[in-house]
């Protein structure tokens, strides 16, 4: 599967969970699995391979500190749910944030997170990125296969992963401005992250 698929299957998954935040990650979490059980099994890992190389896109340290702006803080798995969640926002946010990820400014959830309306955790999206894993175990029943499925998949494909790009300094300008107490955390605990 070519990401342009991968790309298709997740919009399509985003329209099928419907607009609001409340729980985005349970109801983006069974689209996706709904559109994924309709695959073959070499599609459905084929379709992980692409989904998990965009995550993978996105480790690095400004995106971490996109992540503990938003968040309030950032631990390792927390910066995987937060990846997860820049994909399920969709093609163009996830190419914004590639870019730039002080763009998130700009997204009205992260504007929510700042008022206080919708919780700091809600772009954080754990069961979506877990949807290949539970489509593979009810389209094959069984909870143990899918990473042996995919290790096997990748070595086949002779997929090598890159070490995630190294410690630089990061501005995140609009982003600290939005999250004034996360921005004294980071000054606090990750100053070499930071070039405030």
Do not use: K, N
């Amino acid at each position: 599967m070519d990401t342009a698929r991968c790309w298709q299957i997740i919009e399509a998954a985003r329209a099928d969970a419907g607009p609001g935040w409340a729980g985005l990650d349970d109801r983006l979490e069974e689209a996706l699995v709904t559109r994924l059980v309709e695959l073959s099994l070499e599609e459905l890992i084929g379709f992980e391979m692409r989904f998990a190389e965009l995550q993978r896109g996105l480790d690095r340290p400004d995106v971490f500190l996109a992540a503990f702006l938003i968040g309030g803080g950032c631990e390792d798995d927390t910066f995987t749910d937060f990846r997860a969640g820049m994909v399920g926002l969709g093609h163009d946010w996830y190419h914004r944030v590639l870019s730039d990820p002080d763009q998130l400014a700009d997204h009205p959830a992260v504007h929510a997170v700042a008022a206080g309306t919708i919780a700091r955790d809600t772009l954080m999206t754990e069961g979506f990125q877990f949807a290949p894993m539970e489509a593979y175990e009810r389209l094959t029943g069984d909870d143990e296969g899918f990473w042996a499925a995919l290790d096997r998949a990748e070595e086949a494909a002779g997929i090598r992963h890159a070490e995630p790009a190294g410690t630089v300094p990061a501005r995140l300008d609009r982003l600290a401005a939005l999250f004034p107490d996360s921005r004294r955390l980071l000054d606090r605990h990750y100053p070499h992250l930071t070039s405030y």
